[in-house]
């Protein structure tokens, strides 16, 4: 059964820096590609970035191009996303999901099949 467990939400003052992580079990990580998404409350959900299963290639939303960057560590079953200049509008529940085999990077949530159950990003202004 596949699981991701992600972590390092919390809460920091516009402009902080946070490093969230997911860990994935029940499959083999390498082979997959990943990606992470946010729910605001009220919103629907958005994606984020994404990196595809070599870690050779990367994508971004606008809305964090330039203040994030997605990595992954095969060797750990982990995928990061470093969050930095955070706005009180990256606040949400970031999620982290799989992609298909050999897949990514795609900003397409109905590509990704499994998902984790969220780190809660709060920014205050």
């Known amino acids: 059964q596949v699981q991701l467990v992600e972590s390092g939400g919390g809460l920091v003052q516009a402009g902080g820096s946070l490093r969230l992580s997911c860990v994935a079990s029940?499959?083999?990580?390498?082979?997959?590609?990943m990606g992470w998404f946010r729910q605001a409350p009220g919103k629907e959900r958005e994606f984020v970035a994404a990196?595809?299963?070599?870690?050779?290639?990367?994508y971004y939303a606008d809305s964090v191009k330039g203040r994030s960057t997605i990595s992954r560590h095969n060797a750990e079953n982990t995928v990061s996303l470093q969050m930095n200049s955070l706005k009180p509008e990256d606040t949400a529940v970031y999620y982290c999901?799989?992609?298909?085999?050999?897949?990514?990077?795609?900003?397409?949530?109905?590509?990704?099949?499994?998902w984790g159950q969220g780190t809660q990003v709060t920014v205050s202004s």
């Open positions: 990196i595809n299963w070599t870690g050779g290639s990367t």
């Open positions: 999901a799989t992609d298909h085999p050999y897949g990514g990077p795609s900003r397409d949530e109905y590509e990704y099949d499994y």
């Open positions: 029940g499959r083999t990580f390498s082979s997959y590609g």
